[in-house]
Structure formats: structure tokens, C-alpha cells
């Protein structure tokens, strides 16, 4: 029954550059949140964007949302080492939430 | 990470025994969660439970038992039916309303070595 499935699998890219990452679900949502996680810890929320939105920006994220493709893009902007980890898109329908396999994010020095 | 609390970090076990996970939450949260994370994959739902005294399955909850007696605990026994136990096991809650209604926090995970 999983729904997010994110691409690529792995972004490698230079400090400063900017990190779009892709994000597709099967069935109606109400809404769909990024999460991260660096590694070997828990997630942390980034941004939601609901069913009826279509762009949404937090800091250096900006979040599109095209529910006629049943697809989510995440870019990160002005890319920095910090951002290294991997990123989830949550697809949430009803009650609960369902994730993607993720991005691993690289951002090299 | 936001208030909630597993343990331990690391927990290894013998094939055949079950063990029991932690989480605690101290953010008032009425939803607690259990995920199970694969390497290189995304989380998947082992139960859920929206209020105290009530939890339900989610998709991977064969092998696994839950409780929720109090609202700031929400333990996970992986039982020795599980036949791959190996993981890394994530809790998280929800609060149930207001601003924040849509937003899961997550504990730091619980990596489950069976040897």
C-alpha cells in the first residue's frame, strides 16, 4: 500500500548548488509532507503542502505539488554540507501517513 | 527529537525471544505510531493508536504486539513470531488538533539486531 515513491534514489551534488528531488503517490491525498533524516536517527518534519496548494516555500525549500500527476518536487536551494541526509515524502490520505523509500542527499564540500 | 524518548539505542537478541521497545512522548500527543525502517527503504507501519486504551494495525503488524495504557507510552514487542526482525525501529506522535494536527515527531529509533 505504499504511496510515496521518490526519485532519484541518490542526489550527489557541489556545496551551493541546488537538490530537486521527485515524489510520486497512487491514490487521493489530503496532504503531502518532507521529512529528514540524517543518518541512523529519527525523521524530522520540513514542510506540508495541501491537496489544494500547488507551491509552497519554507527558507531555502520549495515544495510543488501537481495532483493531477500524483507527483511532489522538493527543491533545497544554496545547498550546503549540513543538508547531507536522506529525505522522505509522506503522502497522507486518511488517518495515516505513507513514505517513500527517499533521497540520499550528498552535498559535497 | 522532540520529546519523545526510545530505549535503549541498540537492543540485540537471541532468535526465539521477544523483546519490548520504549517510547515515551511527553508533548501531550494523542497518536503514537510504530514504523519499521529497512535499509535504503522508507518507513512502513507496523500500529497505530489515535487515543488511550485503542491501537490498530497498520500494514507489517503480523509478529509485533502493542499496548497504549497510558497516553505517553506506546510500547512495541517484537515477538519470536517475526520472522525477520532485524530493523530499525522508529516511533512517532501526532497531536490530534490544532496547528500542529498534521506534523508527526519522531523519536531518535531503536536499531533491533537479532543474532
Known amino acids: 500500500s505504499q504511496q510515496g515513491e521518490e526519485d532519484p534514489q541518490a542526489l550527489s551534488i557541489q556545496e551551493g548548488e541546488n537538490a530537486t528531488m521527485n515524489c510520486s503517490y497512487k491514490?487521493?491525498?489530503?496532504?503531502l509532507q518532507w521529512y529528514r533524516q540524517n543518518s541512523g536517527r529519527g525523521l524530522v518534519h520540513l514542510i506540508l503542502?495541501?491537496?489544494?496548494?500547488r507551491e509552497k516555500h519554507s527558507g531555502r525549500l520549495r515544495v510543488t505539488l501537481d495532483t493531477s500527476k500524483k507527483s511532489s518536487s522538493l527543491l533545497i536551494t544554496a545547498s550546503r554540507a549540513a543538508d547531507t541526509a536522506s529525505y522522505f515524502c509522506?503522502?497522507?490520505?486518511?488517518?495515516?501517513?505513507?513514505f517513500g523509500p527517499g533521497t540520499r542527499l550528498s552535498v559535497l564540500p | 527529537d522532540g520529546g519523545i524518548t526510545q530505549s535503549p539505542k541498540y537492543l540485540f537478541r537471541k532468535e526465539g525471544q521477544n523483546v519490548t521497545l520504549s517510547c515515551e512522548q511527553n508533548?501531550?500527543?494523542?497518536?503514537m505510531y510504530w514504523y519499521r525502517q529497512d535499509p535504503g527503504q522508507g518507513l512502513r507501519l507496523i500500529y497505530y493508536?489515535?487515543?488511550?486504551?485503542?491501537?490498530q494495525k497498520g500494514d507489517i503488524a503480523e509478529g509485533y504486539s502493542v499496548s497504549r495504557e497510558k497516553k505517553e507510552s506506546f510500547p512495541l514487542t517484537v515477538t519470536s513470531a517475526q520472522k525477520n526482525p532485524t530493523a530499525f525501529y522508529l516511533c512517532?506522535?501526532?497531536?490530534?488538533?490544532?496547528?500542529?494536527?498534521?506534523?508527526?515527531?519522531f523519536g531518535p529509533g531503536t536499531r533491533l539486531t537479532v543474532l
Open positions: 491514490t487521493s491525498i489530503n496532504n
Open positions: 508533548l501531550n500527543h494523542d497518536a
Open positions: 493508536s489515535q487515543i488511550v486504551n485503542d491501537f
Open positions: 512517532a506522535s501526532k497531536s490530534e488538533q490544532g496547528a500542529m494536527y498534521n506534523e508527526q515527531f
Open positions: 509522506a503522502a497522507r490520505g486518511g488517518q495515516n501517513f505513507v
Open positions: 503542502i495541501r491537496s489544494n496548494e
